[in-house]
């Protein structure tokens, strides 16, 4: 008799603590009068929605299915199991669930409601919308079939009849989890950030201590090139979650952006200790340490990225960067290939490649590749000038006279162009009078020309050094 009555103390004292939403010790309270008695289909009820409290829905499965076996005349218990198994990707046996209850109890609304959640995520948005109609027949105010449909809709491309249903949702539960986040995402999706950023901010004014708002909403300032801003929210979630990996590297990730090395790799080397798994993790903190000049550092950790991922970006243009810096150009032409078969408008590694070219004195190969990369980025003005200096040693004079044109049209005062301008009639007249020197004496051998850090078409002279092939800005 005494253990009755101490599971029973403990499912009351479970009952308190869950009202002050302490869920583990309340879980543990029920666990303890479930050892007692185990045959209570109220109390494994309980435990499933304590469960559900705790996101353990593979558990909260198993305590449903035991208070059903023990009283399979509850709908709610049933309804909730069913809800645990779309949450579980069950869905086939969350739809028979709900059939099973709609048979019983035809005029039972959440029976049809959730079933619009279980088609939509089978990818059967003709049955998702059926259902929805029918329970709208039953109760067309109910927020969580309009939550559902918007759902249906959203996976279809049907934005704005999304946006109407989330809403509507709105309207009828003006606190409805998730409803502000979901229009929030598909107006970000659209490109429209102002509508939303506001969206976000109010879905977080009602939940200020939700990690996953935070991050989208840190996410959206990095779209909108405001990192201040992301860094501000991405702080917050490691104020609230100190062990949130993602918003540990994304503060790295800003920090490198903004050229402050030492911070970035403060944050990435915390990560590593958190997740060693976390992607492209090794090929951060590989970048961080070529900024740093710390290059056979930078090459041990951009192997192990590559190793993990052979098409990793970052890493396969950093390692070209790093290789590049330790004058191994044959190497790191390999690497920014693979970069371009993945990606063949990744201008930084078309301008590396350039510069591959010309170390191996095949100022053609580098004209080719220099065009390419102004082909995305016409403005890039590291690459015009490159491309001026091998159509001026290459004496194609109209079209190096045009890109320098090009480059002071950009910027006036670019150094390197303004210096080319101003020798370029000089060059130009020496190419001529050693053209015509060739013809006049053709079996004299022509002798390079005087080093004055232009390449030269005869002499083949490096038209840039591996320092000036820039580096890959990790983008946040």
């Known amino acids: 008799m005494n253990e009755w009555l101490d599971a029973e103390t403990r499912v009351e004292r479970s009952q308190q603590l869950t009202e002050a939403q302490q869920w583990e010790e309340a879980l543990a309270e029920l666990d303890a009068a479930i050892a ?34 023990l009283d399979g005349e509850s709908q709610q218990v049933t309804i909730l199991l069913g809800i645990d198994l779309v949450r579980t990707r069950r869905y086939e046996e969350a739809v028979c669930l709900f059939e099973e209850v709609a048979r019983a109890h035809p005029d039972f609304e959440p029976a049809y409601c959730h079933r619009i959640a279980a088609y939509t995520r089978l990818g059967q948005h003709d049955q998702a919308e059926e259902m929805f109609y029918l329970a709208q027949q039953i109760d067309d105010d109910c927020p969580n079939c309009f939550h559902h449909m918007a759902e249906s ?17 709105l309207e009828i539960a003006p606190d409805y989890p998730q409803a502000r986040q979901r229009i929030a995402q598909i107006f970000r999706a659209q490109g429209d950030h102002a509508r939303a950023r506001e969206y976000y901010l109010s879905a977080l004014r009602r939940s200020p201590g939700n990690t ?13 090139n405001d990192l201040p801003a992301a860094a501000a929210k991405f702080a917050q979630v490691l104020e609230l979650e100190p062990e949130h990996v993602r918003a540990t590297v994304m503060l790295g990730l800003i920090e490198l952006r903004n050229d402050r090395v030492e911070e970035a ?25 070529l900024r740093r000049g710390h290059l056979y550092d930078a090459l041990r950790y951009l192997t192990v990225a590559l190793s993990h991922n052979r098409n990793d970006m970052v ?27 993945l990606r063949p408008d990744t201008a930084p590694a078309l301008h590396n ?22 082909e995305i980025e016409p ?8 491309l001026a200096l091998a159509l001026v040693a290459l004496e194609r004079w109209t079209e190096g006279w045009a890109m320098i044109q090009h480059g002071l049209s950009i910027d006036e005062k670019h150094i390197g162009l303004r210096e080319l301008a101003r020798r370029f009639r000089w060059l130009k007249l020496r190419g001529f009078l050693k053209q015509l020197a060739r013809r006049e004496w053709p079996h004299q051998a022509a002798s390079p020309l005087p080093s004055d850090g232009l390449p030269s078409a005869e002499s083949r002279q490096q038209p840039a050094s591996p320092a000036d092939a820039g580096q890959q800005t990790v983008q946040a």
């Open 36 to 69: 007692i008695n185990p045959h209570d289909a109220d109390w494994h009820a309980q435990r499933g929605r304590i469960l559900d409290e705790l996101e353990r829905y593979d558990e909260a499965v198993e305590a449903f299915s035991e208070a059903r076996a």
């Open 153 to 169: 809709l959203a996976c279809r491309g049907q934005f704005a009849r999304a946006i109407y249903c989330w809403q509507r949702c």
């Open 212 to 224: 996953d708002l935070l991050t989208d909403l840190a996410d959206l300032f990095i779209e909108m």
């Open 265 to 289: 790799l403060a944050y990435f080397e915390s990560a590593l200790a958190a997740d060693a798994e976390y992607p492209g993790l090794y090929a951060y903190i590989g970048e961080t340490e």
């Open 379 to 386: 403005d890039n003005l590291l690459v015009i000038h490159k």
């Open 315 to 341: 890493g396969l243009l950093a390692m070209g960067n790093c290789l590049l810096r330790l004058q191994r150009s044959t190497e790191a032409e390999v690497y920014f290939k693979r970069a371009v078969a």
């Open 353 to 374: 490649l350039a510069v591959c070219r010309f170390l191996a004195q095949d100022l053609e190969g580098g004209v080719n590749y220099c065009r390419r990369a102004l």
